[in-house]
């Protein structure tokens, strides 16, 4: 059975920081990406990670802010998030699949969690 499970996720001022967790089981050799959407605003991938870990992708909006790491021994993937914005403010998806770099081919998806971020 495959599941991924999310934790983090809150309220922080703007340029504070938050970390998001995925922990997934079933799945083997997997890609993980995490996605936002806000309300009324379509699904955005955010950044992604390879299962071997030595290629990522990041949004332009995010580079040199968030960091995408993961820890195959334990199954998680971290999401980093510093000197957030306002804008980044959405729902966050942890997801997996085999092609890291194409939002369209993600397969399994986590429960999601709110990151607020205030002025």
């Known amino acids: 059975q495959v599941r991924l499970e999310q934790s983090g996720g809150g309220l922080v001022q703007a340029g504070g920081s938050l970390r998001l967790s995925c922990a997934a089981s079933?799945?083997?050799?997997?890609?993980i990406g995490w996605f936002r959407q806000a309300p009324g605003k379509g699904r955005e991938l955010v950044t992604a990670?390879?299962?071997?870990?030595?290629?990522?992708y990041y949004a332009d909006s995010v580079k040199g802010r968030f960091t995408i790491s993961r820890d195959n021994d334990q199954n998680t993937v971290t999401l980093q998030m510093n000197s957030l914005k306002p804008e980044d403010t959405a729902v966050y998806y942890c997801?997996?699949?085999?092609?890291?770099?194409?939002?369209?081919?993600?397969?399994?998806w986590g429960q999601g969690t709110q990151v607020t971020v205030s002025s």
């Open positions: 079933g799945l083997s050799s997997y890609d």
């Open positions: 997801a997996a699949g085999y092609y890291y770099d194409l939002p369209d081919e993600y397969k399994y």
């Open positions: 990670i390879r299962w071997t870990g030595e290629m990522t």
